[in-house]
């Protein structure tokens, strides 16, 4: 994943900005907009006209006309939203109504003809007239300039629609110009006063590129000239006509991407590469190889005559030496006493592009290749604290094709996976800002096809086709948070149905790149976190009503990170122990995704635990492994209570009662002897609390068995009554069983899960039992009837 750096924060938005051109006066320069090619009658479709843009921003040509020589063709009007692409082609079909640009009928091209191109205001563009239609050797093909863009029109080899011309078999483009042959160039004499002045190999948000400089007194004409990296079979990117550099002055271009130069794939620019330009000749002009990224770029220092080296990124201006940022002042990582060690899952893993990190409710990690459109699972054994592959997935668009930039992902409510991309691998120079719905697949390989996709362009804007999402984390429902790179913003979005989202909120963060996001639900906090560009410092985000607020200062990593990793994954996973013997443990994973493999390492993890005093449930009938805590008593009895402990971060205290027998309860104090006529408060208390509510909810119970819908409502909270009655009842009477508040707490599970009618009777036989402890003497073996019947009705 290339990052992008601070020193390019100016508005995108008026790099991609398109040239709106018109005629000037008579005597100005002629037009960048030109005809490249005309098909008369070799197109199955149609005639078809090509034009090319040779200029280096894009032109709006909505309300420009095209017409033949015939007196009686009506013009073809380009609708609005027409675009020529810097460098790039645009071709229209001039008849058939269904293929015009303007739905208009049109005119065909014939055998001695012409086409003329003219600005809405009349005024013409280009035009170019011919007298026969084009063959070579017999065969049918188009009229075209050779070389492509830049020559005069002749007969080509074949027709290639919005692609460079090609010369017929046997022929040169221009008998002037040999075949470009890298391989076999000769240095040019004299040499050029433009040289290769700075080169950016791996951080614009847009894409690579490299910066010219004239070192001389006069303007150097480069039209026709042509660059490539070290890979000779890569396609050469051509400078467009009349590309002339001023004096001392710069000349920057991209080799990939949506402004690519001369349109065309293009190439990128790798960690050791090289950048060499030639002219039609096939001369070699200027040459500059590297064999590591720049901090942020190369360049010369100064511009034009010095050595090259690490510097700032300043397209278009002066070079300044590269100086070490610094991160923003933050304070610690919360319980920043980890150890933070590498995780060894093979070969798979010492590799770039490791990005989205996520935690599945059971503990499984899922994480993403951006480089490779890879899903892996990682399982974790809680015995030996080891990590293992568990599965590699392939992803793929709902249609089954494309390679998704995959950066981040989050498993939703529904158990799905939801992967942030950034654009399609497979057509690189395009932004694609989606987020995908996978289902969890069923084998242990294979391809993913995505269920769902939902673009965000409309909420991200024009960005680069390498700055897009990068992070995405389910919140709650359908609303995501979504982190993008071009903005450093994180977007709650709502993802609806049919790919259809509506943005909740915006949130600008104080990163340049928001890379990674976590979300703790019990907490309700979201981490955003940075890469290295940031120094990998993060940001925690209360979500409060529906809206994500700043809930601390910026955090810096973990101070065991002593390097500065391409963390652009992050995930931990929390689990609680049972509580045995008064104690129980909470364990805390984390992940880190590193997209640079540092070290040939691109998962790192810490571990993290914490020991707990907490009340020990009582015994429960068949051994049950279930922990509910019991309400503590408000007022409990003095030689009675239960132990209690008070737990800070660092220290447990536990304050120890009189010796009692665990699970048993004190006999009530203003209890009557046996057979005497008079009935304790708390006898009265019991039976007004559980008595009462057993009246209502029983019958309700069996008219909600049946069907009714008001008494169904009635019983809505019966989950909520148990867990009130057992804290309340208990609490205020003074007295405290844990067996019975155990079976109690499970009595609420039963509620959920068997339906009203069988809640009911639960309830039913709690409340016996609890007024007979009340109002009688207490025994372990009401306790242990109650827990019995309590199995039985969960059968």
């Known amino acids: 994943m290339k990052k992008w750096k601070k020193a390019l924060a100016a508005p995108l938005a008026a790099a991609l900005a398109l040239t709106a051109w018109t005629v000037p006066a008579t005597g100005a320069p002629e037009s960048p907009i030109k005809i490249n090619e005309v098909v008369t009658n070799e197109d199955p479709v149609a005639d078809w006209?090509?034009?090319?843009?040779?200029?280096?921003?894009?032109?709006?040509?909505?309300?420009?006309?095209?017409?033949?020589?015939?007196?009686?063709?009506?013009?073809?009007?380009?609708?609005?939203?027409?675009?020529?692409?810097?460098?790039?082609?645009?071709?229209?079909?001039?008849?058939?109504?269904v293929n015009t640009p303007d739905g208009s009928k049109g005119f065909g091209l014939g055998g001695d003809d012409s086409i003329t191109i003219r600005t809405a205001h009349g005024d013409e563009v280009a035009s170019y007239t011919w007298t026969s239609h084009a063959e070579h050797n017999g065969q049918k093909t188009s009229w075209g300039r050779l070389p492509d863009k830049t020559g005069e029109f002749g007969v080509t080899g074949e027709s290639t629609r919005n692609a460079p011309n090609k010369a017929p078999e046997g022929k040169t483009e221009d008998p002037a110009t040999p075949t470009f042959d890298p391989k076999n160039a000769q240095p040019l004499q004299p040499a050029t006063t433009v040289v290769i002045n700075e080169?950016?190999?791996?951080?614009?948000?847009?894409?690579?590129?490299?910066?010219?400089?004239?070192?001389?007194?006069?303007?150097?004409?480069?039209?026709?000239?042509?660059?490539?990296?070290?890979d000779d079979k890569h396609a050469p990117l051509v400078f467009p006509g009349s590309t002339v550099i001023a004096p001392k002055s710069f000349l920057r271009f991209y080799t990939e991407g949506a402004e690519v130069l001369g349109g065309g794939e293009g190439f990128g620019l790798g960690k050791a590469d090289s950048v060499r330009i030639f002219t039609p000749k096939n001369e070699l002009a200027a040459e500059a190889s590297w064999k590591e990224h720049a901090n942020e770029t190369?360049?010369?220092?100064?511009?034009?005559?010095?050595?090259?080296?690490?510097?700032?990124?300043?397209?278009?201006?002066?070079?300044?030496?590269?100086?070490?940022?610094?991160?923003?002042?933050?304070?610690?990582?919360?319980?920043d006493s980890i150890v933070v060690g590498t995780v060894d899952l093979g070969a798979d893993f010492a590799v770039e592009d490791m990005s989205g990190v996520d935690f599945d409710e059971n503990g499984r990690a899922w994480i993403v290749n951006n480089g490779d459109s890879k899903l892996f699972a990682v399982d974790y054994d809680e015995a030996k604290k080891t990590y293992s592959l568990a599965g590699q997935w392939t992803l793929r668009y709902p249609d089954g094709t494309g390679k998704p930039d995959s950066e981040g992902i989050s498993v939703g409510d529904d158990g799905a996976l939801y992967v942030a991309t950034e654009r399609d691998n497979a057509n690189k120079n395009e932004s694609r800002p989606s987020v995908l719905r996978f289902e969890i697949p069923s084998s242990a390989s294979g391809e993913l096809k995505a269920t769902q996709e939902w673009n965000l362009k409309n909420h991200v804007g024009e960005i680069g086709a390498n700055a897009?999402?990068?992070?995405?984390?389910?919140?709650?429902?359908?609303?995501?948070?979504?982190?993008?790179?071009?903005?450093?913003?994180?977007?709650?979005?709502?993802?609806?149905?049919?790919?259809?989202?509506?943005?909740?909120?915006?949130?600008?963060?104080?990163?340049?790149?928001?890379?990674?996001?976590?979300?703790?639900?019990?907490?309700?906090?979201?981490?955003?976190?940075?890469?290295?560009?940031?120094f990998g410092q993060s940001i925690l985000l209360k979500y409060n009503s529906g809206e994500l607020v700043e809930d601390s200062k910026v955090q810096d990593r973990p101070s065991a990170m002593t390097e500065n990793y391409a963390n652009e994954g992050y995930a931990k996973f929390t689990k609680v122990s049972a509580c045995k013997n008064g104690k129980k443990t909470t364990t805390t994973r984390?992940?880190?995704?590193?997209?640079?493999?540092?070290?040939?390492?691109?998962?790192?993890?810490?571990?993290?635990?914490?020991?707990?005093?907490?009340?020990?449930?009582?015994?429960?009938?068949?051994?049950?492994?279930?922990?509910?805590?019991?309400?503590?008593?408000?007022?409990?009895?003095?030689?009675?209570?239960?132990?209690t402990t008070s737990t800070t971060s660092t220290t447990t205290t536990t304050t120890t009662p009189a010796t009692t027998t665990p699970g048993a309860t004190t006999p009530d104090t203003t209890a009557v002897e046996p057979g005497s006529l008079e009935i304790s408060q708390k006898c009265v208390d019991t039976l007004t609390g559980w008595g009462v509510s057993a009246a209502l909810l029983i019958p309700a119970a069996l008219l909600a068995q049946f069907g009714l819908p008001l008494a169904a409502n009635l019983l809505a909270p019966v989950n909520d009554v148990f867990a009130q009655f057992n804290a309340a009842a208990q609490a205020q009477l003074g007295f405290f069983n844990p067996a019975l508040a155990a079976q109690t707490a499970r009595l609420g599970y039963i509620a959920a899960q068997a339906g009203p009618l069988l809640a009911a009777l639960a309830l039913g036989i709690t409340a016996v039992a609890t007024i007979a402890d009340s109002c009688g003497n207490t025994s372990t073996t009401t306790v242990a009837t109650t827990a019995r019947l309590v199995d039985l009705s969960s059968r």
């Not at 280096?56 to 675009?83: R, V």
């Not at 609806?496 to 639900?521: C, H, I, N």
């Not at 015994?619 to 030689?639: E, I, M, R, V």
């Open 49 to 97: 006209v090509e034009l090319v843009n040779t200029s280096d921003a894009d032109i709006d040509i909505a309300g420009w006309t095209a017409i033949d020589n015939g007196k009686k063709s009506t013009p073809i009007t380009f609708p609005t939203g027409t675009i020529v692409a810097a460098g790039g082609y645009y071709s229209f079909y001039t008849e058939k109504n």
């Open 199 to 230: 080169v950016e190999s791996n951080g614009d948000p847009v894409a690579d590129w490299v910066e010219l400089y004239n070192t001389g007194d006069a303007p150097v004409d480069i039209s026709g000239w042509l660059v490539i990296d070290n």
């Open 298 to 335: 190369y360049g010369r220092v100064p511009d034009g005559t010095g050595d090259f080296v690490n510097t700032m990124s300043t397209p278009g201006a002066a070079n300044e030496e590269f100086e070490e940022p610094k991160p923003q002042p933050g304070e610690p990582w919360p319980n």
């Open 468 to 534: 897009g999402l990068e992070a995405v984390e389910h919140i709650e429902g359908n609303v995501y948070a979504v982190g993008v790179e071009a903005s450093g913003e994180v977007l709650l979005v709502e993802l609806g149905s049919d790919g259809e989202s509506t943005l909740k909120q915006r949130y600008k963060s104080p990163f340049q790149g928001v890379m990674a996001l976590d979300w703790d639900a019990d907490a309700k906090q979201l981490r955003a976190l940075c890469d290295e560009v940031c």
């Open 590 to 643: 984390h992940l880190w995704a590193d997209d640079g493999a540092t070290g040939k390492v691109a998962l790192r993890s810490a571990i993290e635990t914490k020991e707990e005093s907490c009340e020990t449930p009582g015994s429960t009938s068949g051994g049950s492994d279930w922990y509910y805590p019991a309400p503590a008593p408000s007022t409990p009895a003095t030689s009675t209570a239960p132990s």
